[in-house]
């Protein structure tokens, strides 16, 4: 059974690997700085074996949900510091009832935004839920520009499933009507809840693009928000239509000399396909995630 999770760990040819080391012919402001963080989605171990593993194997910084509890958050700072690393906060409400969700939301953006410890490079948002009105879902990102506003912290609110943003059509709305929308850009989820690569909704996209602050890099196809390994010859259609939709928000940051967080976030079973009986993932996840790390810095670092 091992024969399997090798052999696809090991397949880093295809024309996938020539993409990545293409880079795109930019005009770069000089100070266009890109920032490569880790996801601790997946990770069995401590914080501090967690936070020494992302510094060894290259990343700027992580990824992690803001601690609720002072003692959660005291252990965090601890260990950036320790590690040198910068972070990127997550933040969400939970409650099925909107009132509740949002009561829980603001409780935690507002103490991620005001902490005084080691300021964020953003704050990206699981903003409500795909149920919610659009009347509701305009009072987070409300809240969220107003925060932005009066902190100066970068706050995205996240192409994901089941959260407002779920779908091209409903988040272009959202981006048509509400001008200070920013977004993280995790568009796997889009591909699987369209079933394509988005070839028909180009104008969507596009739009979506122009918001961007923040990227999700994993790559989806039309069955899933997830292939199994992004090394393997053939996924190479998929890793091309995101390097496609990322290089253009590299231009564009890259025009305007500002920076570019990126999350590599390919993640465990049941993301990750498994064997079955088993469930003995297809690829090693982090891994996966180090060689998309290693591929974007080569393709954007200045």
């Given at each position: 059974m091992q024969t399997v999770g090798t052999a696809a760990?090991?397949?880093?040819?295809?024309?996938?690997?020539?993409?990545?080391?293409?880079?795109?012919?930019?005009?770069?402001?000089?100070?266009?700085k890109l920032k490569l963080l880790a996801t601790n989605w997946g990770f069995n171990g401590t914080l501090d074996e967690y936070c020494t593993k992302v510094k060894k194997d290259g990343y700027d910084g992580?990824?992690?949900?803001?601690?609720?509890?002072?003692?959660?958050?005291?252990?965090?700072?601890?260990?950036?510091?320790?590690?040198?690393?910068?972070?990127?906060?997550?933040?969400a409400g939970s409650d099925s009832n909107y009132k509740k969700h949002f009561d829980q939301f603001v409780q935690m953006i507002d103490a991620a935004a005001n902490e005084s410890i080691q300021r964020p490079l953003y704050i990206?948002?699981?903003?409500?839920?795909?149920?919610?009105?659009?009347?509701?879902?305009?009072?987070?990102?409300?809240?969220?520009?107003?925060?932005?506003?009066?902190?100066g912290i970068?706050?995205?609110?996240?192409?994901?499933?089941?959260?407002?943003?779920?779908?091209?059509?409903?988040a272009r709305h959202y981006m048509e009507t509400i001008p200070e929308l920013r977004i993280t850009f995790d568009v796997s989820h889009w591909c699987n809840v369209h079933e394509s690569l988005l070839e028909d909704q180009q104008e969507t996209v596009n739009l979506s693009l122009q918001r961007v602050d923040h990227i999700h890099a994993r790559v989806g196809h039309a069955e899933g928000p997830q292939v199994n390994d992004p090394r393997a010859p053939e996924w190479d259609h998929a890793v091309k239509a995101h390097l496609a939709w990322w290089d253009k928000v590299v231009e564009l940051k890259k025009q305007k000399g500002d920076v570019l967080t990126i999350l590599?976030?390919?993640?465990?079973?049941?993301?990750?396909?498994?064997?079955?009986?088993?469930?003995?993932?297809l690829a090693d996840q982090w891994a996966v995630n180090v060689h998309m790390m290693q591929?974007?810095?080569?393709?954007?670092?200045p």
């Open positions: 760990t090991a397949v880093q040819l295809s024309t996938t690997a020539a993409a990545s080391s293409i880079l795109p012919n930019i005009h770069m402001n000089n100070n266009f992580i990824e992690i949900w803001w601690p609720l509890e002072k003692k959660g958050q005291d252990q965090l700072f601890s260990l950036l510091k320790k590690h040198e690393l910068e972070v990127g906060f997550l933040c990206n948002c699981h903003s409500g839920r795909d149920y919610f009105t659009y009347e509701e879902g305009k009072t987070f990102i409300s809240h969220t520009s107003a925060l932005a506003k009066s902190t970068k706050i995205c609110h996240e192409t994901h499933r089941s959260r407002l943003l779920y779908a091209a059509p409903v590599t976030e390919f993640g465990p079973p049941d993301y990750m396909p498994t064997l079955p009986y088993t469930r003995q993932p591929m974007i810095r080569n393709r954007y670092q």
